[in-house]
């Protein structure tokens, strides 16, 4: 419908299209930025709708985090309490559970970022293996499709299998219930994290690994290395700098356990192992509704993944020279 | 060693076809081999049994698969379970309003989506870079629960079906893999025919880089499908109304709270609990069926959305 409105500033501008654009004129401010939306004013349009969707449900909310500084007052709104300091962040720390769900949060993630960043790893290695470039494939697309079952529909699983007695490894566990025990908790969480995600984490690993250079196999091949060692020497070093960049990256939700995988697989039997931050911030704060006390705790969580991905980050400057930023 | 082998080195150089990456096997590798191939076995197995025990599960007598007789295939074969699923009125409702948010929220995320990654992909339009940090820094800070929960309120989105399509409207990871998208697999070349041919960027967008793009829309469609199709946040923290929940806030009632309408008072309690477990059985296979039917059509696209978004990190 605007088919015809762009070329004509264009054409009374003077200067052909994209070669000429660093050297802009210098002109006055107001006349470069009319000059400007002359030319873009259609980008800024087919941005707008992403502009505006991340200013009012992203930016709008992050406004809103000084609520963990204030009181809440319903009639006030969001940023109209009175100013209280970090007395919040005091009542978090002093809480009675306090240690338990850092406790909880920590050993969960921990176990599923390290073996959740092993698992694919090694399941690349593996189906890089596989000679035949059709079993290959197939294999590769059936590990990969648990990725696309839902969470509600994977935690039901898990407790049919777990099942005492009845389900798959409920019968070998006997009469005792993984579901209902504390200790177990973290294991069947970042068990059946694996079984669901390590085939489609592995699809970068793979890509990676297709793109190494044969001649390197031969080369090593003449030199007398034998499979373990070609996995070992070519392989292993051709996907180590994409999984240093993807594990700093995981690294930033250290306290960053999904919500929903641990939501759902809570019971009054395993609760002392299995409430998070995230877990407690909707307990207290959309249940309980105190909104101050649980938006501190949401942005003590938020500040501590941000600092492991700073760490992080510059362990891995240190070490390997990777780095995000 | 030390001869230089002439023969195999220009063989495998001359021929960098898919075959030539098998590599000729060492007697002392067969070994190896053998140990790779129980592995990958087992591991296939790990992955597919447990979802064929649930298909032939919801097969079969329930009192047959309690007492573990059902294994590998289907026993006492009935669709008792499927009977009683059909009729039950919220596995209907839960589908029909997951499909009305699947389909909205899926077209909305590629209209708002597809723009503004466009936009953000014209090397020389100075200010992306600006505006992509403005998109990247809210993948690393968010405002968290509370905030987003009091802002939904406020805008009178709770218990509504707004709440499902337009807080997601844009994921700024989508946005930057269909950006990368048309970075590298659009030849510039086409802006410069479009130029002279006196398209402007929004002409241009429509007529010349969708009619290209099949591969990223399906990618990007699809991620935002199964994103709704499996979204049961939504529904738990801003919805309360049985009439508005969508499929995965049903399965949950009737999968987890164990809510089955098993009903008829004259079964033994054992009985019933059979009968709500084959329920669960169909009620899983029910629900992801439709992703399921659509998967071996689609399947090489989500991988493919991987290596895009890789490229561009």
């Known amino acids: ?325 | 060693m030390t001869n230089p082998a002439p023969v195999p080195v220009p063989k495998y150089t001359a021929l960098p076809r898919a075959r030539s990456r098998r590599l000729r096997r060492e007697p002392a590798d067969r070994l190896v081999d053998a140990v790779i191939g129980v592995i990958v076995v087992l591991i296939v197995l790990a992955i597919v049994y447990p979802v064929w025990f649930i298909v032939i599960a919801s097969f079969s007598d329930p009192a047959l698969v309690a007492t573990g007789k059902v294994t590998l295939f289907p026993r006492g074969i009935t669709l008792g379970g499927y009977e009683k699923i059909l009729a039950d009125s919220r596995i209907w409702i839960g589908y029909r309003n997951t499909i009305l948010y699947s389909v909205l929220g899926t077209a909305v995320n590629l209209l708002v989506t597809l723009p503004a990654a466009f936009a953000l992909s014209r090397p020389e339009f100075r200010p992306r870079r600006v505006v992509m940090i403005v998109f990247a820094f809210t993948m690393f800070f968010s405002g968290g629960l509370i905030p987003s929960y009091l802002l939904i309120k406020q805008l009178g989105m709770l218990d509504s079906i707004w709440v499902f399509i337009l807080p997601g409207a844009l994921n700024v990871f989508n946005m930057i893999i269909a950006r990368s998208f048309f970075e590298s697999a659009i030849p510039e070349e086409l802006r410069d025919a479009a130029q002279v041919d006196g398209l402007s960027y929004l002409g241009y967008f429509v007529r010349v880089v969708l009619p290209l793009s099949g591969a990223i829309i399906a990618v990007v469609g699809l991620y935002y499908f199964v994103g709704h199709w499996n979204d049961y946040f939504t529904g738990l923290i801003y919805v309360h109304s049985q009439e508005l929940q969508p499929l995965q806030n049903v399965l949950q009632m009737i999968l987890l709270a164990n809510q089955t309408q098993t009903g008829s008072a004259a079964m033994s309690a054992s009985d019933a609990q059979n009968f709500a477990d084959q329920i669960k059985f169909g009620v899983i296979i029910v629900s992801t069926l439709p992703l399921l039917v659509i998967y071996p059509f689609l399947q090489r696209y989500f991988a493919k959305g991987v290596m895009i978004g890789a490229v561009k990190g």
Not at chain 1, 136 to 162: A, D, E, R, W
């Open chain 1, 1 to 325: 419908m605007t088919l015809t409105d762009h070329p004509r500033p264009r054409q009374g501008s003077g200067t052909s299209p994209r070669p000429a654009a660093p050297a802009r004129p210098r002109l006055a401010s107001g006349a470069r930025l009319r000059h400007h939306l002359q030319r873009y004013w259609q980008l800024w349009l087919m941005l707008l709708p992403a502009l505006a969707a991340v200013a009012v449900f992203s930016y709008v909310p992050l406004y809103g985090v000084q609520l963990a500084f204030r009181e809440y007052d319903i009639t006030k709104g969001l940023t109209g309490g009175e100013f209280v300091g970090l007395e919040y962040f005091r009542q978090f720390v002093r809480d009675p559970m306090f240690t338990r769900i850092l406790a909880n949060t920590v050993r969960i993630s921990l176990w599923t970022l390290v073996m959740g960043f092993i698992a694919p790893l090694l399941l690349a290695l593996l189906i890089n293996q596989i000679a035949s470039p059709r079993v290959k494939s197939v294999v590769q697309t059936i590990t990969y499709t648990p990725h696309f079952i839902s969470t509600v529909v994977m935690v039901s699983m898990i407790t049919i299998f777990l099942a005492p007695g009845t389900g798959l490894v409920g019968k070998l566990t006997g009469g005792s219930n993984l579901m209902g025990d504390p200790d177990a908790f973290a294991t069947v969480y970042w068990v059946s994290e694996i079984w669901q995600h390590a085939g489609w984490n592995c699809i970068i690993y793979l890509a990676a690994l297709s793109s190494v250079d044969m001649a390197l196999y031969e080369a090593a091949k003449l030199d007398g290395a034998g499979r373990l060692q070609l996995i070992r020497y070519v392989d292993l070093p051709a996907i180590l700098p994409t999984a240093g960049v993807l594990l700093i990256l995981t690294m930033g939700s250290v306290l960053g356990v999904g919500f929903e995988k641990v939501w759902l697989m809570q019971n009054t039997l395993n609760i002392t192992a299995s409430e998070v931050i995230s877990t407690y911030t909707y307990r207290i704060g959309i249940l309980g509704s105190q909104f101050s006390y649980s938006t501190a705790i949401g942005l003590f969580n938020s500040v501590v993944n941000f600092l492991f991905l700073i760490a992080a980050n510059a362990i891995a400057r240190r070490t390997s020279g990777t780095s995000l930023f």
